[in-house]
């Protein structure tokens, strides 16, 4: 496991790039922290705000009051802000571009990455997204953007839906949900045939998602890490970059590009 300084790191992490046939990129909320986006377990991430106990899928069906909680975690978790990309989405996005990114696996459901320029049919959203919000009653979809503004203008707690006065309840996978089980196998499938997987900002401690990057190594691929705190995979990382996500993607990819027009 190679831990030296950025510079060599990010060469090492180019020369892996250009080397694989089929690239698996998998990323957590820690992507998103530089689009002003909080993660869930850093110092001053949502669940040191709220605690995740609180945000089951039962608990949410149990009562109004419960959904008025989530739909407060949700604006005021700054969720739900229209963020915009950062660099490592854009990187991410360049990668594809190379022509050997099989997907991109996310645990985040803000669309970022399909807002920085994946292909939407590239990136497997494991946790679902926010772009949606159902009605558990008739199934109707309505944009998250028509729900926020009821919220905002009448002061709604708790939005229904307009057509039958039914749960709404945000197209993200709550705990105690089942993942969306095409997407799972779809993800697995990829981590299990990619030779090159790069975790970027997760600590691969929920699962089946924290799975994708054991598959991988399991079936011989690579495995790069790009964190800012430690994970349970550290130990098993070809390259480990404790770096910030935008910073060290960039990086990578000016590599990239160099040794691609030497
Ligand atoms: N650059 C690199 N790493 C970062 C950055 C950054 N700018 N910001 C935060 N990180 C790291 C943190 O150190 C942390 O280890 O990203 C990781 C984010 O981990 P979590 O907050 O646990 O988020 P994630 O791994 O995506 O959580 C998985 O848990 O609560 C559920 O459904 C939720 O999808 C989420 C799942």
Sequence with gaps: METRDSDYLADKVADLILQADRVVVFTGAGVSTESGIPDFRSPGGIWSRYDPDEFTIQKFLSSPESRKKHWQMLTEGGLLAGAEPNPAHYAIAELEKLGNLDCVITQNVDNLHQKAGNS???????????????????????????????????KEDVPDCEI???????????????????????????????????????????????????????????????????????????????????????????????????
Aim: glycine share 6%.
């Design 120 to 154: 939407p049919d590239k990136v497997f959203e494991l946790h679902g997204n926010m772009r949606w919000v159902r009605c558990l009653s008739c199934d109707k979809l309505f944009p998250i953007e028509d729900i926020l503004q009821r919220l905002e203008l009448k």
């Design 164 to 262: 039958c006065h039914g749960i709404l309840k945000p197209d993200a996978v709550f705990f105690g949900e089942a993942l969306p089980q095409k997407t799972l196998n779809d993800a697995i499938y990829r981590s299990r045939n990619c030779d090159f997987f790069i975790v970027i900002g997760s600590t691969l401690v929920v699962y089946p998602a924290a799975y994708m990057p054991m598959y991988a190594k399991e079936s011989g691929a690579k495995l790069v890490i790009i964190n800012l705190s430690s994970t349970p995979m550290d130990s098993q990382a070809t390259v480990l970059i404790r770096g910030k996500a935008g910073e060290a993607m960039a990086e990578i990819m000016e590599k990239v590009r160099s040794k691609l027009s030497a």
